[in-house]
């Protein structure tokens, strides 16, 4: 059977940063027919549910993965070491279940795809992403945005 990573969240687990879930609707017709691994990188990386709002400052999740950028909270504590073994870790689980494809949170510092906060906390967007998506991305992984979010 195949399968796909899905961002927890979208699965209707309240594990954002905010401590609530995202559940998407359309996200059963997308994932139809295949086995699911819903994951948190962020909790997987060891960071707390709820925590403090991150972004990534510097560039994007492929400049983080590079050492050219840091992901910090609004605080200013740096939290780039929990976001990449999140991440890696979220890589391994898709690996074990032969995972193809994922489906994570648009906007996200780690499951963004296509487009991230820039760092200013002030609700910009910019082109970029996340940390899991970009370490998805290099080992052949497809991702998308989550359905209807």
């Known amino acids: 059977m195949d399968s796909v990573l899905v961002s927890a969240c979208l699965r209707g687990v309240p594990c954002r940063y905010d401590g609530r879930d995202k559940a ?10 295949r086995a699911v691994v ?30 050219r950028a840091r992901v910090v909270e609004d605080t200013g504590r740096d939290v780039t ?11 391994a689980a898709a ?24 760092g200013s906390f002030g609700g910009e967007l910019v082109a970029g992403d996340g940390v899991t998506a970009a370490l998805f991305e290099r080992n052949g992984i497809v991702v998308r945005s989550g359905p209807g979010v």
């Open 95 to 118: 690996r074990h279940a032969g995972c193809a494809e994922a489906l994570l949170m648009p906007r996200s510092p780690s499951c963004g795809r296509g487009t991230v906060y820039d």
């Open 81 to 91: 070491a929990e976001f990449v073994d999140g991440a890696h870790r979220a890589l």
């Open 38 to 67: 819903s994951f948190c990188p962020e909790a997987a990386g060891g960071l707390p549910t709820p925590r403090r709002p991150a972004e990534l400052v510097g560039g994007d999740g492929h400049d983080v993965l590079d050492g």
């Open 24 to 33: 998407a609707p359309g996200l059963d017709d997308a994932v139809a027919g």
